[in-house]
């Protein structure tokens, strides 16, 4: 099973400040997802295949990475962005998740 | 618009088996993928299971396998899971979520508890 290690588990951020999120993979996987959790509601696809934006989502969101080595970027935080985020592979079964890093507005 | 919608779920006692259904609408149910996928309190996310859109290939996660059945009716835009021999920890939020050609998880139920105690 390919195990994902997120960082930072928490991190706060201003408005206006850029973010971003670390996803390593214990092997190496083709392709990154990346899912915002927002409280108390489902998750919602943010980015698949690595760097695609899903529909919906602004272009403040950005990924990037390979290999081993991916991460997740908020360009200009909002404060709408506080929200837990997921990354997630499936190159190789059982799909895993990252175990979430929880992103506050400062 | 994408809908799924979940239900089926309650508070159940350890051992006992309880039957989730996932009714999905706003798109060609039989051509997707599905998948059930969890999360218990407080905790993040734990894919469950999958099943192709033909019901051909099925999968499932091994804190599950044996205990879970992953079905669907694609006649009635359902998609199931059949859980027994309910354990403590089986205690979580219950997501059905799509898959399509460009994302393994695209679209989201709101999802359904499972309590499992005593």
């Known amino acids: 099973e390919i195990v994902l290690t997120q960082s930072p588990t928490t991190t706060a951020a201003s408005p206006g400040e850029k973010v971003t999120i670390t996803c390593l993979a214990s092997?190496?996987?083709?392709?990154m997802y990346w899912y915002q959790q927002k409280s108390g509601a489902s998750p919602k696809l943010l980015i698949y295949?690595?760097?695609s934006l899903a529909s919906g989502v602004p272009d403040r969101f950005s990924g990037s990475g390979s290999g081993t080595s991916y991460s997740l970027t908020i360009n200009t935080m909002e404060a709408e962005d506080a929200a837990t985020y997921y990354c997630q592979q499936w190159s190789s079964n059982p799909p895993t998740f990252g175990s979430g890093t929880k992103l506050e507005i400062k | 618009e994408v809908q799924l919608v979940e239900s089926g779920g309650g508070l159940v006692q350890p051992g006992r088996s309880l039957k989730l259904s996932c009714l999905a609408s706003?798109?060609?149910?039989?051509?997707?993928?599905m998948n059930w996928i969890r999360q218990a309190p407080g905790k993040g996310l734990e894919w469950v299971a999958s099943?192709?859109?033909?019901?051909?290939?099925?999968y499932y996660a091994d804190t599950v396998k044996g205990r879970f059945t992953i079905s669907r009716d694609n006649a009635k835009n359902t998609l199931y899971l059949q859980m027994t021999s309910l354990r403590s920890e089986d205690t979580a939020l219950y997501y059905c979520?799509?898959?399509?050609?460009?994302?393994?998880?695209?679209?989201w139920g709101q999802g359904v508890m499972v309590t499992v105690s005593s």
């Open positions: 295949s690595t760097s």
């Open positions: 092997s190496s996987v083709s392709n």
């Open positions: 706003g798109f060609t149910f039989s051509n997707y993928g």
């Open positions: 979520a799509r898959r399509s050609r460009w994302a393994p998880f695209d679209y």
């Open positions: 099943i192709s859109s033909s019901s051909s290939y099925i």
